[in-house]
């Protein structure tokens, strides 16, 4: 194992953002018994402090890898499309409408079923976004047109989060 590997590397799967997730926590647990700090438990402290590091990134790329969001942000910042989520905020006009409409929509929402509704949809808006991402990253190799998709795909999970914390408050 090599620190300075990517996270593709380091799991022995293909640098692309469709991954099979029960071959992503197998590797994950192989890594992991492999690196495991016990297994470095007779041998001296820089050994240990060395299993640790490695226990603490197979983590970390494992956190990125399992997750799709983070996969796609990864993969464009891998290949020189950094998202600057903080900076670059535009998007286009008809994503800005629909984010609106459905923010006006949970603003007048007082029923459970109402917004459920809102969820279906946030939930359907990420699955296709989803599929676009992969489309850009693994087929057509565009990364920057990926990375726009992935901000999109961040505003629409942070809706999502907020129509769930607000059927759980009104489930309470």
């Excluded at 469709?18 to 041998?43: C, G, I, M, V, Y």
């Excluded at 190799?141 to 999970?157: G, N, T």
Aim: hydrophobic share 40%.
């Amino acid at each position: 194992m090599n620190l300075q590997s990517n996270d593709f590397e380091l799991f022995d799967v293909p640098v692309r953002f469709a991954q099979d997730r029960s071959t992503l926590d197998a590797r994950w647990k192989e890594l992991q018994r492999e690196a495991h700090p016990d297994n470095f438990a007779a041998q001296g402290a820089p050994e240990q402090r060395l299993a640790m590091q490695w226990s603490v990134r197979i983590n970390e790329a494992y956190q990125r890898l399992k997750d799709p969001l983070k996969r796609a942000v990864y993969l464009c910042e891998l290949h020189g499309a950094p998202i600057q989520a903080e900076s670059n905020t535009a998007m286009p006009p008809e994503f800005l409408i629909q984010q609106m409409q459905w923010r006006e929509a949970l603003e007048d929402a007082e029923a459970i079923e109402s917004l459920e509704e809102i969820a279906s949809q946030a939930l359907i808006s990420r699955r296709e976004t989803l599929s676009k991402i992969e489309q850009m990253i693994d087929g057509l190799q565009d990364y920057a047109a990926a990375s726009q998709q992935v901000r999109s795909l961040m505003f629409v999970e942070r809706f999502g989060s907020e129509v769930d914390a607000r059927i759980d408050s009104l489930g309470q």
